[in-house]
């Protein structure tokens, strides 16, 4: 079967609700991990089900915890802290899910028989030497070709508390550092430049024992280790950066309304928002509400005819890591010249992100200056294709598949699209949605 979507024409005119767009990928594999080390039952309404959680939960097996996915929810039988049980040199594959590689080594590191830890083409090209050099000083043996996967990690019960600087501004280092932390006796302390904090609300939720100071730039997390805590319920809500690829449709089709139900609105991810406004679109948020310490609402949005450049503050840039290829290419529609600085993050993810925004403004005719990690991208809002274009998407990234459909459907031209099932790993209903909505895509 063909693995890629043809599309040849525009979406207008749509006023549609997304009651259950799909479940936070990182908040279902958060829940997961910590499932796994709670003392008890734990159940979780709306997990996401994807391929990155599904390997997840399929390596959280493997190390000896007993799962059951039934059709509504997902119950896992945590044993407690270290309480995994599994064969020297168990082998758990990863797949694409670079939170979860990142996130289990630091699960891992207290645990004494080695585990070897595997992914796909793609997250075997990125770099674990982030989280490998905080878990050195904590005690655990890693082996690894320059710091890539396949990892073999050896913990040890004896680790010892850390003081470390984070300073990439990564959720999945600072968190592989905590559940580190969890699980060794004393205080670590991180200090780290702001990124999503979804473990640290999790962790106080939980009643763990962990404390934040922030400033303007700066974050000190203060934690220590080794209380247990019991199974929990959850019921994880929608994932703000699938909703932003409907939230980027309607913006740029005409005359258009979406009502995206339930999203997880955690300020730590709602650069987009905050962008967006800046540029003049029209966004409400309703029915807010704060669901076991994490914001959650209902998202607005319509098509806005004018849209104006943005200067990026750089504050935003972890807060809407995942988002950048969508906003860039709204800034394409956008009068005027939008300014991005520091984007080296952007290299570093399931594809070299910053490159392929380049390459892909360039080839829809966008004039874009780039110098090392800075972008200019000139807007043009008459844009309108006419030519053919084909996108092939080697590294098989799930967001640069998405946002390629989204420009397909509201710019024009004739579109084919290849490595449509890249969207298995964050967001496998994204085609179905799309044509709900009425998008014609085949
Ligand atoms: C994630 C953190 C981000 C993000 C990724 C999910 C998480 O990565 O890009 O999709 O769940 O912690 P970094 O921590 O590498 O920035």
Redesign the pocket.
């Known amino acids: 079967m063909l693995n890629s979507v043809s599309i040849s024409n525009k979406i207008n005119k749509f006023n549609y609700t997304i009651n259950n767009i799909s479940g936070d990928?990182?908040l279902s594999?958060?829940w997961a991990l910590m499932a796994s080390q709670a003392v008890g039952i734990s159940k979780c309404f709306n997990i996401l089900n994807s391929e990155d959680v599904n390997n997840t939960i399929a390596s959280l097996k493997k190390l000896g915890i007993k799962i059951k996915k039934k059709k509504n929810y997902c119950e896992i039988f945590g044993k407690g802290l270290n309480g995994f049980s599994y064969k020297n040199n168990t082998i758990i594959n990863a797949g694409n899910s670079?939170?979860f590689a990142?996130?289990i080594m630091g699960v891992l590191a207290s645990s004494k028989n080695a585990v070897i830890i595997k992914g796909d083409k793609s997250l075997s090209s990125r770099d674990f030497g982030r989280v490998i050099k905080p878990l050195n000083l904590f005690g655990v043996k890693i082996n690894s070709k320059k710091n890539k996967l396949p990892i073999k990690i050896r913990g040890n019960n004896f680790l010892r508390p850390i003081n470390y600087f984070e300073e990439?501004?990564?959720?999945?280092?600072?968190?592989c550092i905590l559940l580190s932390a969890l699980n060794t006796f004393g205080e670590t302390t991180i200090k780290c430049k702001k990124?999503?904090d979804?473990t640290e609300k999790l962790f106080k939720y939980l009643n763990l024992p962990v404390k934040i100071n922030k400033n303007k730039n700066f974050e000190i997390i203060k934690i220590k280790g080794k209380k247990q805590y019991k199974g929990f319920d959850y019921k994880i809500p929608g994932d703000i950066?699938s909703a932003s690829f409907f939230i980027a449709l309607t913006l740029l089709a005409n005359k258009s309304k979406i009502l995206l139900k339930n999203i997880n609105i955690n300020k730590s991810r709602t650069g987009i928002l905050d962008i967006l406004k800046k540029m003049n679109a029209k966004i409400k948020l309703k029915n807010k509400k704060i669901y076991k310490g994490e914001p959650v609402a209902d998202i607005s949005i319509s098509s806005a005819s004018k849209l104006k450049a943005i200067n990026c503050p750089t504050s935003y840039n972890?807060r809407c890591?995942?988002e950048f290829l969508i906003i860039f290419l709204i800034c394409a529609k956008a009068k005027g010249v939008s300014y991005f600085k520091n984007l080296k993050?952007l290299r570093?993810?399931e594809s070299n992100r910053l490159k392929i925004s380049i390459n892909f403004l360039k080839m829809i005719g966008i004039k874009v200056v780039s110098k090392s990690n800075n972008l200019k991208i000139y807007g043009n809002p008459d844009l309108k294709l006419k030519k053919s274009y084909i996108i092939k998407n080697f590294k098989k990234d799930h967001r640069v598949f998405m946002m390629s459909c989204v420009a397909a459907l509201t710019l024009g031209g004739k579109w084919k699209i290849f490595d449509k099932d890249s969207i298995n790993s964050s967001f496998p209903k994204f085609l179905k949605v799309l044509k709900n909505i009425g998008a014609q895509i085949n």
């Open positions: 990928k990182s594999i958060r670079g939170t990142r996130l990439k501004g990564s959720a999945q280092v600072k968190s990124s999503r979804h950066s972890s890591i995942d993050e570093n993810k």
